[in-house]
């Protein structure tokens, strides 16, 4: 019955409220279904609606979500790989045997460069190549940057000694592809929405 009670109150809220609106209302007012643009009265009155977005904005977040899942995947074992030695009698996994001291420098500067080269993406998408031809050559970059890593850290090439170089190369060449990446994704999918009209 409570619930009963507040509903009936809530309706006669409402409906004096409707009646003294009524009165204010003009017919000039409620015209807007004719124009294009709402009144002034209906933009401080009515709701705001969100716009859908179109398909090509969940595309360029797609693309993001790629090259974030390849940097992460790539970079996680970096620490192993280049510590420890290709079959390590401890059993533990790596690949080029160089110490910690090593691994942590290299990974560290593969993190400062994938989080400098951005400055440099941008400069070349505001200036030479527009966002989109940015992040479709970047990608390219980054795509041989990955065959790099992936050559130069089969069983053969670590015995022939390109394991060190091959990663260097591929760590410099995915930063450089991150670069043209990570500085236009967030402003093209900003550009994809294009506003509509208030109606």
Same mark, same amino acid.
């Given at each position: 019955?409570?619930?009963?009670?507040? /509903? +009936?109150? @809530?309706?006669?809220?409402? !409906? #004096? =409220?409707? &009646?003294?609106?009524? &009165?204010? @209302? +003009?017919?000039?007012?409620?015209? %807007?279904?004719?124009?294009? *643009?709402?009144?002034? *009265?209906?933009?401080?009155?009515?709701?705001?609606?969100?716009?859908? /977005?179109?398909? %090509?904005?969940?595309?360029?977040?797609?693309?993001?979500?790629?090259?974030?899942?390849?940097?992460?995947? @790539?970079?996680?074992? =970096?620490?192993?790989? $280049?510590?420890? %030695?290709?079959?390590?009698? +401890?059993?533990?996994?790596?690949?080029?045997?160089?110490?910690? !001291? +090593?691994?942590?420098?290299?990974? &560290? =500067?593969?993190?400062?460069?994938?989080?400098? !080269?951005? $400055?440099?993406?941008?400069? $070349?998408? &505001?200036?030479?190549?527009?966002?989109?031809?940015? $992040?479709?050559?970047?990608?390219?970059?980054?795509?041989?940057?990955?065959?790099?890593?992936?050559?130069?850290?089969?069983?053969?090439?670590?015995?022939?000694? #390109?394991?060190?170089?091959?990663?260097?190369? #591929?760590?410099?060449?995915?930063?450089?592809?991150?670069?043209?990446?990570?500085?236009?994704?967030?402003?093209?999918?900003?550009?994809?929405?294009?506003? %509509?009209?208030?109606?």
């Amino acid at each position: 019955m409570a619930g009963g009670t507040m /509903l +009936s109150n @809530v309706d006669a809220k409402s !409906t #004096a =409220f409707l &009646d003294e609106k009524h &009165d204010a @209302v +003009s017919p000039a007012s409620i015209s %807007s279904f004719d124009n294009e *643009e709402p009144t002034e *009265e209906e933009r401080a009155t009515l709701r705001f609606v969100a716009d859908k /977005l179109p398909w %090509s904005t969940f595309l360029v977040a797609v693309i993001e979500l790629c090259e974030r899942f390849t940097y992460y995947g @790539v970079s996680g074992p =970096f620490q192993n790989y $280049i510590q420890r %030695s290709y079959k390590d009698p +401890s059993g533990l996994p790596g690949a080029l045997g160089r110490g910690q !001291t +090593s691994a942590t420098g290299l990974t &560290d =500067f593969f993190l400062f460069w994938c989080y400098v !080269t951005p $400055i440099g993406g941008a400069i $070349i998408s &505001d200036q030479f190549l527009g966002k989109y031809n940015t $992040i479709l050559y970047s990608s390219y970059i980054y795509l041989a940057g990955t065959l790099i890593l992936l050559l130069t850290s089969l069983p053969t090439s670590i015995e022939h000694g #390109a394991g060190l170089g091959g990663l260097i190369a #591929a760590m410099i060449v995915i930063g450089i592809g991150t670069g043209g990446i990570k500085s236009n994704v967030s402003p093209l999918i900003a550009e994809q929405n294009v506003p %509509s009209s208030l109606t």
